[in-house]
C-alpha cells in the first residue's frame, strides 16, 4: 500500500512538469506538433508538401493521436495529452511486465522512473519514447497468452510508433518459440504467422529506405548515461549510482540464478535481448536506413532488459524494503533535477516565444540558431521552437527536417525543398544562408543567439534586404523581417 502511494505521488509529480509550460521544451516535439498541424490542415498546404507513403511510414502514432485530438483541444494542449499518457504508460506497462514475470518483484517497477525523462524524451522522440511501454505490453499480453487478434492490434500498433521496438518484439518471439520448439511443435508457426502483416510492413520500409550506414566512436561513458539531459554533475551522481545498483544486482541474480540451477528458457530469452540491445547500444551503427540516434535507443533498452532480468531473482523482505526506498529516493532526486533544470529554461522560451507579437500572418520565416542556453546540454531546446509559430502566428517555418525524409507523414515537393537551396548546416551557426535563389519570398529571419556569435551573420543578412524589426531586452531574440 505504501509503495503504491509512492508510484502515484512520482507520477503525479512527473506529469506535473509537463504542464508547467506552454509547450514543453524538447528538441524535436515543437517539429512534430507543427508537422501534425501541417496534416491536420493538409489543404492549405499541398501545394508545398505532398504525402508519403503512410504504410511505409512507421513514425506515425503521434500524428495520428494529434490528428484526433485537435479536433477537440489546442494543439499545445494537445501535446501535453499526449505526454502525460506515456508517463501514465511507462508506469503502469512496466509494472505490468514485472509482476507478469514475477508477482513477487513488483517493487523493481520503481526503477522505470529515473527512465521516464531520459535523452531520447529530451531529444523529442515522441514516436519512439510512446513504443517503449507499447513493447512492455506487448511481451506481458504475449506472456500470458493474450488473444492473437489483440496482440496483432498491438504489433500494428507498435510498428506505427518505432520500428526498432517492433523489430525487439519480433525477435523476443522469434526467440521465444525457437527455446520452446519441441513442447509448441506446429504452434510455432501459428505463433509466427500473425506478425506475419507488420513484418511485411517492415521489409517493405527497409529496402524503401536504403541508405548509408552511419559509425561513430563512442565512449563508455557517453553509452552508461541514458538518463543524462543536462550534464550537470548532480545529475552525473546519480546516473553513476543507478549504473552501479543495476549492474550490481544483475551479476548477483546471474550468480544466483546460475548456483541454484533456476536459468529457465524464459530467462535466456530475455537475456538474449539484452545481450543484443547491448551490442547495438555500444557496437551497433548510429544511422541506418534514412534514420538516426540508434545507439541512443539500443542504450536505454540495454538498461530496461537489465532491470527486467533482475525481476528473476529472489528477494528476502528486508531487500525489498531497502531497495524500495532507495529506488524512492533516487526517483526523486532524478525527477528533482529534471523539474528544475526544465524550469530554468522557461524564462529563456517564453522570451523565444515572444516573437509571436512580431510575425505576421500568412507568412514563411528561417531560423539561425547560434546558442542552445548551456552548450553542455545533451538536447538543443530552441533548435525547433519556431516550428509552432504556424500554429500561434500562421507562419510556416521552412526549416522543417521531418518534411526532407521518408520518416515521416509529410515531405516537401522538391521545388520548395529549402535544403536544394541552402546548406543543411544552415539553421545552426551559420556564417551565411544563401537565400537568393528561394523560390519564396522569405519574410522572416529569426536568430536566437545567447553568446553574441551572430553580429557577422546579421550584418550580411542585412545587405540582402532585411531590417531589425525586434531585438529582445537582453539581445537574445532577434527579428530580421524582409523590407517591403
Known amino acids: 500500500m505504501i509503495l503504491r502511494v509512492f508510484k502515484l505521488i512520482l507520477t503525479g509529480i512527473f506529469i506535473l512538469t509537463i504542464w508547467q509550460f506552454e509547450v514543453f521544451p524538447t528538441q524535436d516535439g515543437p517539429s512534430h506538433i507543427m508537422n501534425a498541424y501541417i496534416l491536420s490542415h493538409y489543404d492549405e ?233 547491448f551490442y547495438m547500444a555500444f557496437f551497433g551503427p548510429e544511422g541506418a536506413f534514412g534514420g538516426g540516434h540508434a545507439t541512443s535507443r539500443f542504450n536505454l533498452f540495454t538498461f530496461i532488459f537489465t532491470i527486467i532480468i533482475l525481476s528473476f531473482g529472489y528477494y528476502e523482505k528486508f531487500s525489498k524494503n531497502f531497495l524500495s526506498a532507495i529506488l524512492i529516493l533516487v526517483s526523486f532526486a532524478s525527477w528533482y533535477i529534471s523539474f528544475n533544470k526544465f524550469l530554468e529554461l522557461k524564462p529563456y522560451l517564453e522570451e523565444f516565444m515572444f516573437a509571436r507579437f512580431y510575425l505576421k500572418p500568412k507568412t514563411y520565416h528561417i531560423r539561425a540558431i547560434f546558442s542552445q542556453f548551456y552548450d553542455n546540454y545533451r538536447f538543443m531546446p530552441f533548435r525547433h521552437l519556431s516550428c509552432v509559430f504556424l500554429i500561434t502566428n500562421e507562419s510556416l517555418n521552412l526549416f522543417n527536417y521531418e518534411a526532407t525524409t521518408k520518416l515521416f507523414p509529410i515531405k516537401f515537393k522538391n521545388y520548395y525543398n529549402p535544403f536544394n537551396y541552402m546548406d543543411y548546416q544552415a539553421e545552426f551557426k551559420p556564417k551565411y544562408i544563401k537565400l537568393e535563389n528561394y523560390p519564396l519570398n522569405i519574410n522572416y529571419i529569426i536568430v536566437w543567439d545567447m553568446e553574441n556569435r551572430s553580429k557577422n551573420f546579421i550584418n550580411k543578412i542585412q545587405k540582402l534586404g532585411y531590417k531589425i524589426k525586434y531585438k529582445s531586452y537582453n539581445g537574445y531574440l532577434i527579428i530580421l523581417e524582409k523590407n517591403s
Open 45 to 277: 498546404f499541398k501545394n508545398f508538401f505532398e504525402l508519403n507513403n503512410l504504410l511505409l511510414v512507421p513514425n506515425l502514432i503521434y500524428y495520428g493521436f494529434m490528428f484526433l485530438m485537435t479536433k477537440i483541444f489546442h494543439p499545445f494542449l494537445a501535446d501535453k495529452i499526449f505526454l502525460t499518457i506515456y508517463i501514465l504508460l511507462m508506469v503502469f506497462s512496466f509494472e505490468f511486465l514485472i509482476s507478469t514475470i514475477n508477482k513477487n518483484n513488483d517493487f523493481l517497477s520503481l526503477f522505470i522512473f529515473p527512465f521516464i525523462f531520459n535523452y531520447n524524451f529530451a531529444k523529442g522522440f515522441y514516436n519512439f519514447i510512446f513504443s517503449v511501454p507499447i513493447l512492455f505490453l506487448l511481451i506481458a499480453f504475449y506472456l500470458r497468452n493474450y488473444n492473437k487478434l489483440i496482440l496483432l492490434i498491438m504489433s500494428i500498433l507498435l510498428y506505427f510508433s518505432h520500428p526498432t521496438s517492433f523489430l525487439i518484439f519480433f525477435i523476443f518471439v522469434l526467440i521465444y518459440n525457437l527455446l520452446y520448439i519441441k513442447e509448441k511443435k506446429f504452434k510455432v508457426i501459428y505463433d509466427l504467422i500473425f506478425l506475419g502483416p507488420v513484418v511485411f510492413l517492415l521489409v517493405l520500409f527497409l529496402n524503401e529506405n536504403k541508405g548509408e550506414i552511419i559509425y561513430f566512436q563512442k565512449s563508455f561513458e557517453f553509452n552508461i548515461e541514458s538518463i543524462i539531459i543536462f550534464n550537470d554533475s548532480f545529475e552525473k551522481i546519480i546516473s553513476s549510482f543507478l549504473f552501479f545498483i543495476i549492474s550490481y544486482l544483475f551479476l548477483w541474480t546471474i550468480y544466483k540464478l546460475i548456483k541454484e540451477k533456476k536459468i529457465d528458457k524464459i530467462t535466456i530469452n530475455f537475456l538474449i535481448i539484452l545481450f543484443i540491445c
